[in-house]
T-cell receptor, first 114, second 114 residues
Framework: AAGVIQSPRHLIKEKRETATLKCYPIPRHDTVYWYQQGPGQDPQFLISFYEKMQSDKGSIPDRFSAQQFSDYHSELNMSSLELGDSALYFC?????????????FGQGTRLTVV | AQSVAQPEDQVKVAEGNPLTVKCTYSVSGNPYLFWYVQYPNRGLQFLLKYITGDNLVKGSYGFEAEFNKSQTSFHLKKPSALVSDSALYFCAVRASGGYQKVTFGTGTKLQVIP
């Protein structure tokens, strides 16, 4: 079965550079969530989109922005990268308000800022 | 605001013994509850969920969890632990309703000793 696809799987950037992470949800899923998991930490919610509109916002820095496109894929843009941005970034997708829905997670993008 | 508490950072159990990983939650309205497992350098894998119905839910790899509304708990259990069950386990909650974000607990590291 198709799963959530994230690219790239690994990314190394220098401080002050920019990075773009991509997420392709499961087909027919209309909701995308982004999470950041620092080393030894639990996943922290960043932002979510439903039907291409931002639906909720968590602890996302102002240096980060995200959007969901017409094909429902999403991109997380990160600028002025800092060492503390090094983390595993997860994308998850779900179908809005279906009774048995849960968020399906991608494998994550491991971002290392040096 | 919704939250999840996993009171134990680490649980150690001998192979073949029953295991329990504890989780309590707080959410407005009816909860959707989930357990995810994370192996080193891997994404979050869905184990099981409670949406409605029978309080005892069965999931992947022989795991089960019991929803207790009065105690707001959703403990993960397995009758006989395997060494391969050693991983990081996250309990998660979301409120019922459309495009609600999932909130994770801090995770419990399960170590099954041969």
């Amino acid at each position: 079965a198709a799963g959530v696809i994230q690219s790239p799987r690994h990314l190394i950037k220098e401080k002050r550079e920019t990075a773009t992470l991509k997420c392709y949800p499961i087909p027919r899923h209309d909701t995308v969530y982004w999470y950041q998991q620092g080393p030894g930490q639990d996943p922290q919610f960043l932002i979510s989109f439903y039907e291409k509109m931002q639906s909720d916002k968590g602890s996302i820095p102002d240096r980060f922005s995200a959007q969901q496109f017409s094909d429902y894929h999403s991109e997380l843009n990160m600028s002025s990268l800092e060492l503390g941005d090094s983390a595993l970034y997860f994308c998850a997708s779900s179908f809005k308000d279906r009774l048995n829905t849960e968020a399906f997670f991608g494998q994550g993008t491991r971002l290392t800022v040096v | 605001a919704q939250s999840v508490a996993q009171p134990e950072d680490q649980v150690k159990v001998a192979e073949g013994n029953p295991l329990t990983v504890k989780c309590t939650y707080s959410v407005s309205g009816n909860p959707y509850l989930f357990w995810y497992v994370q192996y080193p350098n891997r994404g979050l894998q869905f184990l099981l969920k409670y949406i409605t119905g029978d309080n005892l839910v069965k999931g992947s790899y022989g795991f089960e969890a019991e929803f207790n509304k009065s105690q707001t708990s959703f403990h993960l259990k397995k009758p006989s632990a395997l060494v391969s069950d050693s991983a990081l386990y996250f309990c998660a909650v979301r409120a019922s309703g459309g495009y609600q974000k999932v909130t994770f607990g801090t995770g419990t590291k399960l170590q099954v000793i041969p």
